[in-house]
């Protein structure tokens, strides 16, 4: 079921959004997590827990193309309501770019026996997080410097200089919140298992 809600997310963001090259670029992590998961199915299954979370990933994700992170309407709105900057709404998917790798590299470690020290299997978790984090700017680093002027709407900083150093903050964020609000709920989901 989680896979129709997946696709058909998906399917919606691609109608008419606002850049298609920007919409490519931020989907396509997604599309490259379901194909992983996808094929990995057969050998290794996440709880049920995990791959919820996996979708409202997608879906943040989904909503970042389509828009373009800079201009999600609900977040210029609040942006307008808190007389802020900017629309934070690319800061969602990076605390969410924590968040639910978190549960993904969590529940691989614990069942692959991986880190047996429960003292170790947060930092471990957390550092995990923090260099898929730094790979993804890395990544968009690279993208515009290869596309020059129509890489803006993927990268979204929006004027703000730290952008990259706090989009890394707010994914790091996300990885020490997954251990602090669902890491023992994540715990008991695997025990099920």
Not at 117 to 127: H, I
Not at 139 to 154: K, P
């Amino acid at each position: 079921m989680l896979i129709v809600f997946f696709w058909i997310g998906f399917i919606i963001s691609a109608i008419q959004p606002k850049d298609y090259f920007t919409w490519l670029m931020e989907v396509f992590p997604a599309v490259i997590g379901f194909c992983l998961l996808f094929f990995t199915y057969p050998q290794f299954k996440f709880t049920n827990f995990t791959y919820v979370f996996i979708l409202i990933h997608s879906y943040i994700l989904f909503v970042g193309g389509h828009y373009t992170y800079a201009e999600v309407p609900l977040f210029d709105t609040l942006k307008d309501w808190l007389h802020q900057d900017r629309n934070n709404y690319d800061k969602v998917g990076h605390f969410a770019q924590g968040f639910v790798p978190a549960l993904i590299t969590c529940e691989i470690l614990i069942r692959k026996n991986i880190v047996l020290n429960k003292t170790w299997l947060p930092v471990f978790t957390v550092a995990i997080c923090m260099a898929i984090s730094v790979l993804y700017e890395f990544l968009e680093w690279g993208v515009a410097l290869s596309t020059g002027e129509s890489a803006d709407a993927f990268l979204g900083t929006q004027g703000y200089v730290w952008d990259t150093q706090s989009d890394m903050l707010y994914a790091t964020t996300g990885a020490i919140c997954m251990f602090l609000f669902v890491g023992k709920k994540l715990r008991l989901e695997i025990e099920k298992n």
